[in-house]
């Protein structure tokens, strides 16, 4: 099993490296979007806005090598390219069942080369690809295509499909797995239907090897048993999720972080939704983060920016329209950008290290690149995170408000390595139950090998780096100015709430070169 390259229009597929430490996953994927990087501007071909010039550079979909295993915290996949939203790199992460589909299909993943000259399904079966027309599902949204996919391919199949958005080029289109599990933001979707691909689907039974069963079975118990009285993990596994929330002045945006007088985020579900509400389940993880409301998956972000955010007083509608279409709720409503992609619904000005990741981050503003600076702050923090930063070097609890390079560095760099490793940060270090030596005895238990969670983290950070170096993309992208002229206006705990320029630019650049330096 391992990761296979496929070229949709028969063009030759350079020789890239096979670096064993890799772990097959997003860093080994990285390595073919820098190749293309790297020819692209040797060719001239550079155009950081373009989707075509982001459909040019391959595209990964990739599992890594402890998907499949049916433990918790290891149901995720990434999608890898460039996106046409921010002209440089992209990665994007799913939970759900497609990880676990790449594996039975005998792989850990995809690369995608050239473009397809007509619409093409790709099937992964027995650790090789092919090549099906997709004419009669191109134009279908993604609940019938994958539908039509299913009824072909067998319900045990997993799909990956783009909806007509991505068909028809929209930036900010995503690509839906296993139904109800978006690899959103970053526009992948869009380059995805500009290779003339409609969808991958994973087709097979193969069962990945594990070193060591019964150490993936006992730390399976332990965070099932964790899971019950952990504080995040019961919330994200309770009713009504953790797509569901709301928060005080200055905490979420409202009409695009311009109104900080009152409370963003949607912090209830309308009873004849609620009534409907079913899981869109993890294989291996008993928390069930990813609640079905109005018929989508919901994760943490969309209620936020198209409530509140964009002025809606009942969004629930739009998240079906989304998942429908293939379009990423943040990307579609968001007006506030770094890097040309939107901003997502967590204030810099309240959480001001989050807001450095989002300037400094090779992918730019992500919620989930980085620990929330709340979560160790002394009146608002998760003390039974404080022992895992102490491993790191950090010194918590800090007030909120406090500029913390050296934290927010070694975060991103854990947070780096877990996406690295296919490892769920909803599940993991350092606030959720799979503590760091756990992550570590997990791959080691899965893979036969002990990984280095934050050296592995701070390679695939120093591969996106480099590939926006090679096309030209600036290294430290710019907050909008109302986050350093605006305070938060209402009272409450966040009130004046405000981002000090100066401070917040060298803490950036300190940042950049901790990082890449």
Request: aromatic share 6%; net charge negative; hydrophobic share 40%.
């Amino acid at each position: 099993m391992g990761l296979i390259t496929v070229s949709l229009d028969g063009s030759p597929i350079p020789d890239v490296p096979d670096v064993d430490g890799d772990y097959d996953g997003p860093v080994a994927a990285a390595r073919h979007t820098l190749a293309a990087a790297e020819r692209a501007v040797q060719d001239r071909v550079v155009d950081e806005r373009a989707l075509d010039a982001a459909a040019e550079a391959p595209l990964a979909i990739v599992a890594g090598t402890v998907a499949g295993a049916g433990a918790p915290g290891t149901a995720r996949c990434a999608a890898v390219g460039l996106s046409p939203l921010s002209g440089g790199v992209a990665e994007t992460r799913a939970e759900g069942p497609y990880a676990a589909g790449l594996r039975k299909a005998g792989v850990t993943g995809i690369v995608l080369y050239g473009r397809a000259p007509h619409p093409v399904c790709i099937v992964v079966t027995k650790g090789a690809a092919r090549l099906e027309p997709a004419a009669d599902i191109w134009g279908l949204t993604t609940g019938p295509a994958t539908d039509r996919l299913l009824e072909r391919y067998g319900a045990d199949a997993a799909v990956a499909v783009i909806g007509p958005a991505g068909e028809r080029g929209v930036p900010y289109a995503s690509i839906i797995t296993c139904r109800h599990h978006p690899l959103p933001r970053l526009g992948l979707g869009a380059v995805l239907g500009r290779k003339n691909v409609k969808a991958v689907v994973c087709v097979g039974d193969a069962v990945p090897p594990v070193a060591d069963p019964a150490t993936v079975a006992t730390i399976a118990a332990e965070y099932a048993e964790a899971s019950r009285t952990d504080g995040l993990s019961t919330w994200q596994q309770g009713m009504p999720g953790f797509g569901v929330w709301s928060g005080e002045p200055g905490y979420a945006p409202v009409a695009q972080f311009t109104d900080t007088s009152r409370g963003g985020g949607v912090g209830t579900v309308p009873e004849e939704i609620a009534r409907g509400a079913t899981v869109a389940a993890c294989p291996g993880c008993p928390t069930d983060c990813i609640k079905v409301y109005a018929g989508a998956g919901l994760h943490q972000e969309a209620l936020a920016i198209l409530g509140p955010n964009r002025g809606d007083p009942n969004p629930w509608p739009q998240l079906s329209v989304h998942e429908q279409q293939g379009t990423d709720p943040v990307d579609a409503a968001g007006t506030l950008k770094v890097r040309g992609v939107a901003i997502p619904p967590f204030d810099p000005r309240v959480q001001p290290n989050l807001g450095l990741a989002y300037v400094v981050a090779p992918i730019g503003p992500r919620y989930d690149i980085v620990e929330h600076d709340l979560d160790f702050d002394p009146a608002e923090g998760i003390p039974s995170a404080y022992s895992e930063l102490a491993q790191l070097g950090v010194r918590v609890p800090r007030p909120r408000g406090e500029l913390d390079v050296h934290r927010t560095a070694q975060l991103m760099r854990l947070w780096s390595g877990l996406d690295a490793l296919g490892v769920c940060v909803f599940a993991a270090t350092p606030t959720r139950p799979l503590s760091l030596r756990r992550v570590t005895d997990l791959v080691e238990a899965v893979t036969g090998r002990r990984p280095d969670v934050l050296a592995l983290g701070a390679t695939r950070l120093r591969l996106q780096y480099e590939i926006n170096a090679g096309l030209g993309v600036e290294r430290i992208g710019t907050l909008p100015d109302l986050f350093f002229t605006e305070p938060v206006r209402a009272g409450g705990r966040y009130a004046g709430a405000v981002l000090d320029r100066d401070a917040f630019t060298a803490a950036a650049q300190d940042l950049h070169d901790h990082l890449f330096s």
